[in-house]
């Protein structure tokens, strides 16, 4: 396993769901990871969000180009074919048993709603689930046009590769668990890279399910 660099070199953060949080900003609490260090990072303390949203008037989508992919090759397919590889395996996050899922299909809005998260991170170093302008990730998807039943994101910072980050992430239960969520239908991945910034390279990956 190639070592990390300690931190703060590498972050990881993610918002899970749960059947009762009706709101993202209501929603909290910890789990096994909450706070705790991996691979090198640390994880945020889990939230979620179940229910329904209305799309609002969405902006002209963000394309997935070397600007909100860090350049890397193949980036979306790597991204799927790791992504349902591993849900297409029953794995334990934590000490949570996941059974195998169906496969997520790649969704432009999703996409759009994690490249204008990476990228506000990224130009402004900071990384959170909270936009600087208060925005949740539920928020932002709505307004990308996404109505949604079931909304969740991770997030990541510093990963050089989709292969780090996707390890990262399933090496965390709370991270793991959202990858395997078996509500959820879409998915959308982007990196930002930034110079002069704290960590660099900044990831969000946005889940959802729509109504």
Same mark, same amino acid.
Request: hydrophobic share 40%.
């Given at each position: 396993?190639?070592?990390?660099?300690?931190?703060?070199?590498?972050?990881?953060?993610?918002?899970?769901?749960?059947?009762?949080?009706?709101?993202?900003?209501?929603?909290?609490?910890? $789990?096994? %990871?909450?706070?705790?260090?991996?691979?090198?990072?640390?994880?945020?303390?889990?939230?979620?969000?179940?229910?329904?949203?209305?799309?609002?008037?969405?902006?002209?989508?963000?394309?997935? %180009?070397?600007?909100?992919?860090?350049?890397?090759? %193949?980036?979306?397919?790597?991204?799927?074919?790791?992504?349902?590889?591993?849900?297409?395996?029953?794995?334990?996050?934590?000490?949570?048993?996941?059974?195998?899922?169906?496969?997520?299909?790649?969704?432009?809005?999703?996409?759009?709603?994690?490249?204008?998260?990476?990228? %506000?991170?990224?130009?402004?170093?900071?990384?959170?689930?909270?936009?600087?302008?208060?925005?949740?990730?539920?928020?932002?998807?709505?307004?990308?046009?996404?109505?949604?039943?079931?909304?969740?994101?991770?997030?990541?910072? $510093?990963?050089?590769?989709?292969?780090?980050?996707?390890?990262?992430?399933?090496?965390?239960? $709370?991270?793991?668990?959202?990858?395997?969520?078996?509500?959820?239908?879409?998915?959308?991945?982007?990196?930002?890279?930034?110079?002069?910034?704290?960590?660099?390279?900044?990831?969000?990956?946005?889940?959802?399910?729509?109504?």
């Amino acid at each position: 396993m190639p070592a990390f660099i300690p931190p703060p070199s590498f972050q990881i953060r993610h918002l899970a769901a749960s059947a009762l949080c009706l709101a993202l900003a209501a929603c909290g609490g910890g $789990g096994s %990871d909450s706070n705790a260090p991996l691979a090198g990072g640390v994880s945020g303390a889990p939230s979620s969000v179940s229910g329904s949203s209305s799309a609002t008037g969405a902006p002209g989508l963000l394309a997935l %180009d070397a600007t909100t992919s860090c350049g890397l090759a %193949d980036f979306k397919n790597s991204l799927m074919q790791q992504i349902n590889t591993a849900r297409a395996t029953a794995r334990t996050c934590g000490s949570t048993a996941m059974p195998a899922v169906a496969a997520l299909t790649w969704n432009d809005r999703l996409f759009s709603a994690a490249a204008r998260h990476s990228r %506000d991170m990224a130009t402004n170093n900071y990384f959170s689930h909270t936009g600087l302008d208060g925005s949740s990730p539920a928020q932002r998807l709505a307004a990308e046009g996404y109505a949604w039943s079931w909304a969740g994101e991770n997030i990541a910072a $510093g990963q050089p590769t989709v292969a780090a980050v996707m390890s990262g992430w399933l090496a965390s239960p $709370g991270h793991c668990a959202n990858i395997m969520r078996a509500e959820y239908q879409d998915v959308g991945v982007s990196c930002v890279q930034q110079s002069g910034t704290t960590y660099g390279r900044y990831w969000t990956m946005a889940l959802a399910r729509p109504q």
